[in-house]
């Protein structure tokens, strides 16, 4: 009798292991991979000298932990996430907060404000703060009816999500605080039912860039302006982007071959870990290789907006669109950087560059992506 009773239970488990196998996002996590093993692969060259050597070993330590936050976000059913998603806000304000009180940090530019210290771990919380911001419009555009978004809760809602930006802007942090910028107003013209508050929003933005050239540190200013024409400016403004076009045109149709970049090994590139990644992987494998990484990258982005409109309800694919617009435009704005048709901003390139904050940001952006197409089976 008990055996009998055993059995049925023991197919029906196996039945329903198989079929959550099979409604698990496979092309995404394999893509992913590829991305993380390309990124090592890179960074592998990137940190060839002795003081950078160290940041392999942290890269891999960082993507166990990623790995870890992508199962986890994955599991959470992302409507019960979304329902968070004010708190989780607040606690990116208040860890924005504590980075500007407590995080300061003197360079060449002056004092920044950009890390702070948790349990002796450094983090940036801008990058923390997009996740929120992503979870924050899923639950702002919610809703596809017009009648909803009045005019009193569009302001509060705008003004909401201005307070990140302004926080990361007066780090100074220009490139994230463009970026999360971006990523509002993508998810603002495409989710919302009215597109002309998104228009009126971002003529006042445009509007307002006069006031704001005016607030900009000097430093930045030059960043913008050197991309424009280099010899106009003292050539220190324009080592960065002049070395990393080098790089890209040294690496022709196949490339120097790994290991083999003459600019990445020498160190002619100036952080080419972390914001020139591209760089070194353009000269080691040239042309061809620069195409196929930006294939890979085009296929994950096509592949959360297939999952985005095959999702099961409203929320789950405006979640998918903010992490795409996330990632587009990180991938476009550091692109751009590399090959000096943008200025430099610190932007990273997804799951390329080094850096743990960012890295463990990305995979919980495609956990959510995960959590949305495991869903859409019945999860």
């Known amino acids: 009798m008990r055996g009998g009773l055993l059995l049925p239970r023991a197919t029906v488990g196996v039945t329903r292991w198989r079929r959550f196998r099979a409604a698990v996002d496979w092309p995404l996590i394999l893509t992913v991979l590829a991305l993380c ?16 050597a160290a940041k392999f070993d942290a890269q891999v330590t960082w993507m166990i932990v990623g790995a870890i ?39 060449e530019h002056g004092v920044t404000y950009r890390w702070v210290s948790y349990f ?36 509060l809602s705008l003004f909401s999500f201005l307070v990140p930006i302004v926080l990361i802007a007066i780090q100074p942090d220009l490139g994230t605080a463009v970026l999360l910028t971006l990523i509002v107003l993508t998810v603002g013209y495409l989710a919302m039912p009215n597109v002309w508050p998104m228009v009126y929003t971002t003529a006042a933005g445009l509007l307002s860039i006069p006031v704001l050239w005016e607030k900009m540190h000097e430093y930045q200013k030059n960043r913008l302006t050197a991309f424009v024409d280099c010899n106009t400016l003292p050539n220190k403004l324009c080592w960065h982007t002049q070395q990393s076009v080098y790089a890209v045109g040294s690496g022709k149709i196949w490339g120097k071959g790994f290991l083999g970049g003459t600019q990445n090994q020498l160190s002619f590139v100036p952080e080419h870990w972390t914001d020139f990644p591209y760089s070194v992987w353009a000269e080691e494998w040239g042309f061809a290789g620069s195409v196929f990484l930006l294939a890979v990258f085009g296929f994950l982005l096509l592949w959360t907006i297939n999952v985005a409109l095959s999702a099961r309800d409203r929320v789950g694919s405006i979640l998918c669109l903010g992490v795409a617009a996330m990632t587009f435009w990180h991938v476009v704005v550091n692109v751009a950087m590399v090959l000096g048709i943008a200025p430099v901003v610190g932007v990273t390139l997804p799951f390329i560059s080094y850096g743990g904050s960012s890295l463990v940001t990305f995979f919980i952006g495609m956990g959510l992506v995960a959590n949305v197409s495991l869903r859409k089976h019945g999860y």
């Not at 090592?40 to 002795?50: E, F, H, I, M």
């Not at 703060?129 to 909803?148: H, N």
């Open 69 to 107: 936050a992508f199962v986890v976000v994955t599991v959470i059913d992302y409507r019960t996430i979304v329902r968070f998603a004010p708190y989780l806000f607040a606690f990116a304000i208040i860890a924005l907060l504590s980075a500007r009180i407590f995080g300061s940090t003197a360079d």
């Open 37 to 52: 093993a390309i990124g090592l692969l890179n960074l592998y060259s990137a940190t060839r000298s002795p003081r950078a």
């Open 120 to 155: 002796g771990i450094r983090l940036q919380p801008s990058e923390a703060a997009k996740i929120a911001v992503i979870l924050m419009l899923a639950q702002f555009c919610s809703s596809g009816e017009a009648s909803t978004y009045t005019p009193r809760y569009l302001v």
